[in-house]
């Protein structure tokens, strides 16, 4: 029987805790940062709808994809795979945030950062010549976009 070095067998247990540190603090700042927002969804070039989470207070968004547009691209529905998903990622979240500021009434803010936590979400920070607004004002909201659900 061959041996393994002990390194070798113990690298994915020395590991863990360093690969869920880095998990567990974004996951720490999302939960802090938009926990009781409600999503909204909002969509941009071949029908592809993207999850939003709008503090306002601290003017950043959220944009959160789905798992299988990231691996198949656009061309879901043409059955054929884009050959570089995650080459076209960075526009394609970037040009969420700004449709979703556009159809909020936001026209004049602009994205002045950018932060990926993982393939599937994203933070934009944005500035406006608006003051922000207090808590509790009303706002413009994007209508509900869930495929299969009648509006009542």
Same mark, same amino acid.
């Given at each position: 029987?061959?041996?393994? /070095?002990? @390194?070798?067998?113990?690298? /994915?247990? @020395?590991l863990s805790p360093v690969l869920a540190g880095c998990t567990a603090t974004s996951f720490?700042?999302?939960?802090?940062?938009?926990?009781?927002?409600?999503s909204q969804v909002v969509t941009i070039g071949c029908k592809e709808p993207y999850e939003v989470y709008d503090n306002r207070q601290q003017r950043r968004v959220l944009i959160v994809s789905n798992a299988l547009r990231e691996v198949t691209g656009c061309n879901l529905n043409d059955l054929r795979i884009d050959p570089d998903p995650a080459g076209t990622r960075t526009s394609r979240f970037r040009t969420a945030a700004r449709a979703y500021l556009d159809?909020?009434?936001?026209?004049?803010?602009?994205?002045?950062g950018e932060t990926v936590f993982d393939p599937l979400k994203?933070?934009?920070?944005?500035?406006?010549?608006?003051?922000?607004?207090?808590?509790g004002t009303k706002v413009p909201r994007l209508p509900g976009r869930r495929p299969g659900l009648q509006a009542q």
């Open positions: 029987m061959r041996r393994l /070095p002990l @390194l070798v067998l113990a690298a /994915p247990v @020395l720490s700042y999302i939960s802090k940062t938009y926990v009781g927002l409600p159809e909020t009434v936001r026209e004049d803010c602009t994205i002045t994203s933070e934009f920070a944005y500035s406006c010549s608006a003051p922000v607004e207090k808590r």
